[in-house]
């Protein structure tokens, strides 16, 4: 049952990618694009999308569970750290350039756009080489 519940969730997030516009890279790239010709549309898309977060949040932290019954497990630390700046640099500079941020890209990537597989590919490959380097950290420590 969670799985047809997980299913249903990520039909429903694509579905609202698709919808909004935020699996297009033009759409997203023109968002980003504060000196030419602008378009403000995907404000309104992380608007939304904020606002729905708030709500999730500020319920879940009433919460013990998930409503399916499982552990919730919500974020500890509310520190800025080196880690925290530089992936969100990184992912930033990816979103800037590409037009596209992971869910997106997967979303593009399932309609068979060419550019979200090559995305998609060096997205994974940098998530194999962070995994590797974190490995080797962790064994020198």
């Known amino acids: 049952m969670q799985r047809i519940f997980e ?3 990520g039909l429903v997030f694509g579905l609202g990618l698709i919808l909004s516009g935020m699996s297009d890279p033009s759409k997203v790239l023109g968002f980003l694009d504060l000196t030419g010709l602008w378009d ?9 999308a904020i606002l729905v977060g708030l709500v999730a949040f500020t319920l879940a932290r009433k919460r013990t569970t998930t409503f399916l019954g499982g552990a919730l497990k919500l974020p500890s630390s509310n520190d800025i750290d080196k880690r925290l700046v530089i992936g969100s640099l990184t992912f930033g500079v ?3 350039l590409a037009g596209y941020c992971p869910g997106p890209a997967l979303v593009s990537l399932g309609s068979g756009q060419s550019k979200a ?17 974190q490995g080797k950290t962790s064994r020198s420590r």
């Open 117 to 133: 597989l090559i995305f998609v590919v060096a997205m994974l490959a940098g998530m194999a080489i962070y995994e590797i380097a």
């Open 94 to 96: 990816g979103w800037g």
């Open 7 to 9: 299913f249903l969730i």
């Open 40 to 48: 403000p549309s995907l404000a309104f898309v992380m608007g939304g």
